[in-house]
């Protein structure tokens, strides 16, 4: 069997000068981009996966109450749903797209441009090990991590490769992890937007 390096929502909007910034996106997309170099051959398969609305209804929230409605982000054909320039993303092999019409924080409720889900691609290239990095912890990461786990896939959470929002849902993300037998690796990153 083989493993796979899942890169969550490493996009411009999610990153400083974006939408929906988290502090300290920018490096995490640039040290990604340095673990990708150092370890070529670290992974059987490395994915991406990005946020892409077209009309996701109350996940846009005028004014967003930023628990269940945020501003506008990672609108299909604009700048912020591009992958942020740190991220080197040349080994990227196929990247899963969410949320088109409705809220969707897990990769594996994104697809493939020809509708294959994360699980199903990930099962057919013979992946039973994943590590996750990316944007946020306590967000796409977390919702992303949980249902890998619940999948079945053996699962890491490179915490030094992530970017919280905030303390409390970074928090509430990690005893999620230990609660789920999810591993995690490194110390969370948190800053003060």
């Known amino acids: 069997m083989g493993n796979a390096l899942i890169i969550v929502d490493v996009q411009n909007d999610f990153c400083e000068g974006g939408s929906l910034a988290v502090a300290g996106g920018a ?36 004014p967003p109450d930023f628990v269940d409605s945020w501003p506008p982000h990672c609108v299909v054909g604009t700048p912020g749903s591009e992958f942020h320039p740190n991220l080197v993303a040349d080994r990227v092999e196929v990247i899963f797209h969410k949320g088109e019409h409705a809220a969707a924080y897990s990769g594996f409720e ?19 090990q994943v590590e996750i990095t990316g944007l946020a912890t306590d967000f796409c990461v977390r919702a992303t991590a949980l249902d890998a786990a619940a999948e079945g ?39 003060a937007a």
């Open 27 to 62: 490096d995490v997309a640039a040290g990604i981009s340095r673990l990708l170099a150092a370890e070529p051959g670290g992974w059987d398969h490395v994915v991406a996966t990005k946020d892409y609305h077209i009309d996701p209804g109350a996940h846009f929230g005028d």
């Open 110 to 128: 994104g697809h493939t441009d020809n509708g294959e889900c994360l699980a199903d691609w990930l099962r057919r290239h013979g992946v039973d």
């Open 153 to 191: 896939f053996r699962t890491t959470v490179r915490l030094d490769l992530t970017a919280a929002i905030g303390p409390d849902t970074a928090r509430g993300a990690l005893q999620a992890f230990s609660d789920a037998g999810i591993t995690t690796h490194g110390e969370p990153v948190i800053r």
